[in-house]
């Protein structure tokens, strides 16, 4: 069985931060590469972060960029997505997803649909 677990959403002031966890289990616990999506209401998934297990590269989208850090602890089998200055705009649910053998090229780790297993999100409001 196959399962990613996120936690640390939470409401927080515009400027502040949060801490996302996605701990991986079963067939997902030893991924080619994770990332990190999020989907607020009326938008479609957009793409945050990702990182490889092996090497540990990794992606951000535009929007995030220097805000945004992502980083795995492969022994936890664990990816963390620290999120620092929050912008009202960030306000969406997140999802972390796996990517597993065969593994994906780099590019494709920003296309939600070309990975194989998804968690149940967790929210993230940004709002004074």
């Known amino acids: 069985q196959a399962q990613l677990v996120e936690s640390g959403g939470g409401l927080v002031q515009p400027g502040g931060s949060l801490r996302l966890s996605c701990a991986a289990s079963?067939?997902?616990?030893?991924?080619?590469?994770m990332g990190w999506f999020r989907q607020s209401p009326g938008k479609e998934r957009e793409f945050v972060a990702a990182?490889?297990?092996?090497?540990?590269?990794?992606i951000y989208a535009d929007a995030v960029k220097g805000r945004f850090t992502i980083s795995r602890d492969n022994a936890k089998n664990t990816v963390y997505l620290q999120m620092n200055s929050l912008k009202s705009e960030d306000t969406a649910r997140y999802y972390c997803?796996?990517?597993?053998?065969?593994?994906?090229?780099?590019?494709?780790?920003?296309?939600?649909?070309?990975?194989?297993?998804w968690g149940q999100g967790t929210q993230v409001t940004v709002s004074s």
């Open positions: 990182i490889r297990r092996s090497g540990g590269t990794t």
């Open positions: 997803a796996a990517d597993t053998p065969p593994c994906l090229i780099l590019s494709q780790l920003r296309v939600g649909d070309d990975y194989d297993y």
């Open positions: 079963g067939r997902t616990s030893s991924p080619c590469g």
